[in-house]
């Protein structure tokens, strides 16, 4: 099983900045794509940011400049470093990672329990 605990989540006025932190264990592997996705009240769940195996990364247009997502293979985790947020940027965020367990597992996708992210005006 593998399992995929956030943290990092909280409160925080407009303009200013969190980081979120998602750290992958269990039967891993690897992990191929790292991602993170949120669901803002009555919305449904977005992409975020995305970051491949080989650190290539892209963003939704509605972050792009301000969120930025790295990861760290050797311990498994992925990071979100959130700049000059917005009340609109206000949701739960969700680790979502692509996780092999041999060499010839495709990989399947797991998800995190989510970090609540509020942005107040």
């Known amino acids: 099983q593998v399992q995929l605990v956030e943290s990092g989540g909280g409160l925080v006025q407009a303009g200013g900045s969190l980081r979120l932190s998602c750290a992958a264990s269990?039967?891993?592997?690897?992990?191929?794509?790292m991602a993170w996705y949120r669901q803002g009240p009555g919305m449904q769940r977005e992409l975020v940011a995305h970051?491949?195996?080989?650190?290539?990364?892209d963003y939704a247009d509605s972050v792009k400049g301000r969120f930025t997502i790295s990861r760290e293979n050797a311990n498994n985790t992925i990071y979100l470093q959130m700049n000059s947020l917005k009340p609109e940027d206000t949701a739960v965020y969700y680790c979502?990672?692509?996780?092999?367990?041999?060499?010839?597992?495709?990989?399947?996708?797991?998800w995190g329990q989510g970090a609540q992210v509020t942005v107040s005006s």
């Open positions: 269990g039967s891993i592997f690897s992990i191929n794509a």
């Open positions: 970051i491949s195996h080989g650190d290539s990364a």
């Open positions: 979502n990672a692509n996780v092999s367990k041999a060499f010839w597992d495709p990989g399947t996708m797991y």
